[in-house]
């Protein structure tokens, strides 16, 4: 384990619309990403006859987690798996998926996600299984981890930067810092100097490639329909567009949902201020049809 449960406290992003939306009677939510148990715990307080049954992979977040919903006794279980491979044991009246890295994930340096802080170059959501960052990195040859920096990152210097990444390698013994510093190199000096770091996307690509987030995403979005009582409600928050395409996309395609949010709802004002990591957030939502 990397850190205490207690490092693993943070905010949940876009609570109220959350609270708003999803179901205030009885039945099972199933908290497809339970982290520390911010969002579980929230609604087990607001709906006193609802039960949670929360999935998380990392061994961290389930410590976390399982201290923290502590008082709710066995209203709420904990499962260590990934979504991807989880069948239900029963119908849920909601679903519910907070895509992407948490913020005490960021901040643990031994984690590996972030460019700010110098740590191994791991990424994995768990960290007892898979290949780490640094060895996909080494196993890749230039052209296709520029393909992946690309299509993941989204990012337009991905051919420089694949270039400069295998000529210094290999990157399994190095370190995030030294990654991120070598990435910030391949831009002009105008362009190291913005609101968002020029590792960003880069670091993005790599963690979404690791943890094969977008294939996770497309398992669930196939899955999870089939896991709701007629009307329960599929609610997925995503942090980049290329996770919000496929759920919109997703949620339009597929006959046995409806959606109820027509745009994606994102975070009030005064949350993004209080909370700058929730800028980016976008909750869709849909319902089971009969």
């Not at 087990?44 to 976390?64: E, F, M, T």
């Not at 990934?82 to 913020?103: C, K, Q, R, T």
């Not at 290949?131 to 393909?147: C, W």
């Not at 990012?155 to 990444?165: G, M, N, T």
Request: contains cysteine.
């Amino acid at each position: 384990m990397f850190d205490s449960p207690g490092a693993f406290a943070h905010v949940p992003v876009l609570a109220e619309p959350l609270l708003a939306a999803l179901p205030g009677g009885g039945g099972t939510l199933i908290d497809c990403t339970l982290g520390g148990g911010g969002h579980s715990a929230l609604l087990l307080q607001a709906h006193p006859g609802l039960r949670v049954v929360g999935l998380d992979q990392d061994p961290s977040a389930r410590a976390a987690a399982a201290e923290r919903l502590a008082p709710f006794g066995d209203r709420a279980t904990i499962v260590a798996t990934n979504f991807a491979d989880y069948v239900p044991a029963e119908l849920a009246v909601a679903v519910l998926a907070d895509l992407g890295v948490s913020s005490p994930q960021l901040d643990v340096a031994a984690r590996g996600f972030s460019f700010r802080l110098a740590g191994p170059l791991d990424m994995r959501m768990n960290p007892t299984a898979g290949e780490t960052a640094g060895e996909l990195i080494d196993r890749l040859d230039e052209t296709a981890l520029a393909d992946l920096i690309y299509a993941y990152g989204e990012e337009r210097l991905s051919r420089r930067i694949a270039r400069r990444v295998k000529e210094q390698g290999p990157w399994a013994p190095r370190d995030t810092a030294e990654l991120a510093y070598l990435v910030a190199g391949c831009f002009p000096p105008q362009a190291r100097r913005g609101r968002i770091h020029p590792a960003t996307r880069t670091f993005q690509a790599l963690r979404i490639a690791v943890n094969d987030e977008l294939g996770v995403l497309d398992k669930l979005l196939h899955s999870a329909p089939d896991w709701l009582v007629p009307g329960g409600l599929l609610a997925i928050i995503s942090f980049h567009s290329l996770e919000d395409r496929r759920v919109k996309t997703a949620f339009l395609a597929d006959e046995r949902l409806e959606r109820v949010t027509r745009k994606a709802i994102q975070a009030s004002p005064e949350e993004a201020e209080a909370n700058p990591r929730s800028r980016s957030a976008r909750l869709r939502i849909a319902r089971r049809l009969s």
